[in-house]
């Protein structure tokens, strides 16, 4: 009798186990199924002339959103499934096991963008927030999240446009990465082991190509080799719409400001702590200059302190921004005195 038990027990062990394992399966599968292009479309509006419409101007978009966690989901799943990057999603949910978060549990989705400060045509990525824009129009705007370089392989700023545009590249492994993975592998053809996935766009004057990849888990992450990946389904959705010779825009803008039903906002990206936040406070106070608007420098100071990777804050309204004579002094990195 009590071997039955015991018999019993392996066996209730083992089945739990099993559905475990069948559930982390299924949740896969399901999503598998469900990961479609990113194909939202965001309108903006165009700010004109004058300090009246520049405040009217709406250059935020989408909204903040919430996902109850289902058994066998992975934060890398949500991820994908919202078209986010595996750091935002991360940023935004800080303490949350990224391969086993409880079911049931709600997750907060980061769905929510200030555009860079530049030119409202072609693509445009912002390099440390990790995300393209690409613009329909001077009004209407879609975004998608990239992997990009590691530490050392970074794209330079600049204006590029799309050269050469592939179908089942075949990678052609550089020497320097076939001596530090040590491999004499000196091509991959098109396949499920080649990492520029299906489609390869080139930037032009450079080895530098916006693609998709083997590894979706790998998009919103620093490890490429210079090169911009996107998930599988969102280069897709992009590789017949981007003609050659559209413009491309690389930035680094590491803080920006923006307008949303006539408040102001700004969102930081700290590139893993590249920056600091004593650097990119006058940055952000230059920025709020240019639009005329009344700050509590203090306040804005402790906001900037506080404020997480990604997030959308207010930027806290009352006292004037500068004097009229010490504008100069801005380009120096001054903090406001703590209370």
């Not at 530049?118 to 329909?136: A, H, K, Q, S």
């Not at 050392?152 to 545009?165: C, F, M, Q, R, T």
């Not at 920025?287 to 990604?310: E, N």
């Amino acid at each position: 009798m009590q071997g039955f038990k015991e018999s019993h027990k392996i066996s209730a062990a083992f089945l739990t186990l099993l559905l475990s394992v069948l559930l982390v399966f299924s949740a896969s599968a399901l999503h598998a199924e469900e990961w479609k292009p990113s194909a939202t479309i965001y309108d903006i509006s165009v700010p004109r002339t004058g300090k009246s419409a520049v405040l009217s101007a709406n250059s935020i978009i989408g909204k903040e959103q919430e996902h109850n966690v289902i058994a066998g989901e992975t934060l890398l799943d949500i991820a994908r499934e919202y078209h986010l990057g595996y750091e935002e999603l991360i940023e935004a949910n800080p303490g949350v096991d990224p391969w086993l978060p409880a079911a049931g549990l709600k997750i907060k989705i980061p769905s929510v963008w200030i555009l860079p400060n530049g030119p409202r045509r072609g693509l445009v990525l912002n390099i440390p927030e990790m995300r393209l824009y690409f613009y329909l129009s001077e009004s209407k705007v879609m975004t998608f999240p990239l992997g990009i370089g590691m530490e050392g392989w970074d794209i330079p700023a600049g204006k590029y446009s799309i050269g050469k545009k592939t179908v089942d590249p075949v990678w052609h492994v550089p020497p320097s990465i076939r001596q530090e993975t040590e491999t004499t592998v000196k091509a991959v053809p098109a396949g499920p082991d080649n990492p520029l996935g299906r489609f390869w766009m080139r930037l032009s004057m450079t080895s530098f190509g916006i693609h998709g990849t083997n590894n979706p888990w790998a998009v919103g992450r620093r490890v490429t080799h210079g090169c911009l990946r996107l998930y599988p389904e969102d280069i897709a959705f992009l590789f017949s719409r981007v003609p050659p010779r559209t413009p491309v825009t690389i930035l680094y803008q590491y803080i920006k400001v923006g307008m949303r039903d006539g408040k102001a906002y700004f969102q930081v990206n700290r590139f893993n702590d590249a920056v600091r936040d004593e650097d990119l406070f006058p940055q952000l106070v230059l920025q709020l200059h240019a639009l005329g608007l009344r700050v509590d420098v203090r306040k804005l100071w402790h906001s900037l302190q506080a404020v997480p990777d990604g997030s959308l804050i207010p930027v806290p309204t009352g006292l004037p921004l500068v004097a009229a004579d010490t504008r100069a002094q801005l380009s120096q990195p001054t903090l406001p005195e703590s209370p």
